[in-house]
């Protein structure tokens, strides 16, 4: 699992590239507005498989499940 702070904004270029497949099952991401992610998209793909994405209360995050790929959940903390 990943915990995102609260101040995060972004996400860099190939963030979570060198993971591998289905090393990720759970991510926190603690701001409110969700973070843009640049570019590696495919590795980001890859990095993390049919989890749940644990996000504040009345937050946006839908556009990261089409970075996320399938099987990922969002659960609102």
Do not use: M
Not at 48 to 77: A, C, F, H, M, T
């Amino acid at each position: 699992s990943i915990t995102i702070p609260s101040g995060v904004t972004t996400i860099g270029s190939c963030a979570f590239g060198g993971l591998g497949g289905g090393i990720l099952s759970s991510i926190t991401c603690l701001p409110q507005k969700a973070p843009h992610i640049y570019n590696c998209l495919g590795e980001f793909n890859i990095a993390v498989r049919n989890g749940i994405l644990k996000v504040p209360q009345g937050s946006d995050y839908s556009s990261w499940l089409s970075y996320l790929g399938s099987g990922w959940k969002i659960e609102y903390i």
